[in-house]
């Protein structure tokens, strides 16, 4: 079982920055990939970074060169630094848990980023 929470969320202006952090309970995080959703309301969760236990990442096109995943082990721990923020990057942010060999997916609450104008 795992258990994530995010935090860091909230209200910046256009260009400003935010540093989401997720932690995380359970049994072997570092064989986690993990990884940072977000959504808005009526649209389907996307994916904004992925990072997997041998510390590859992966990002949305969207994201590229403005947001940095990055984890700690030793703290259960994964972080979303966003620079550069833009109106479109409005949504909750939800970390995720993709457990090593059962594959099974953990999500956390979300937390809300706005972005104004």
């Known amino acids: 079982q795992v258990q994530l929470v995010e935090s860091g969320g909230g209200l910046v202006q256009a260009g400003g920055s935010l540093r989401l952090s997720c932690a995380a309970s359970?049994?072997?995080?570092?064989?986690?990939?993990m990884g940072w959703y977000r959504q808005t309301p009526g649209k389907q969760r996307e994916m904004v970074a992925l990072?997997?236990?041998?510390?590859?990442?992966n990002y949305a096109d969207s994201v590229k060169g403005r947001f940095t995943i990055s984890r700690d082990n030793a703290k259960n721990a994964v972080y979303l630094q966003m620079n550069s923020l833009k109106p479109e990057d409005t949504a909750r942010y939800y970390c995720?848990?993709?457990?090593?060999?059962?594959?099974?997916?953990?999500w956390g609450q979300g937390t809300q980023v706005t972005v104004s104008s």
């Open positions: 990072i997997t236990s041998g510390g590859t990442t």
């Open positions: 995720n848990a993709v457990l090593p060999i059962s594959y099974q997916n953990y």
């Open positions: 359970g049994s072997f995080f570092s064989l986690n990939t």
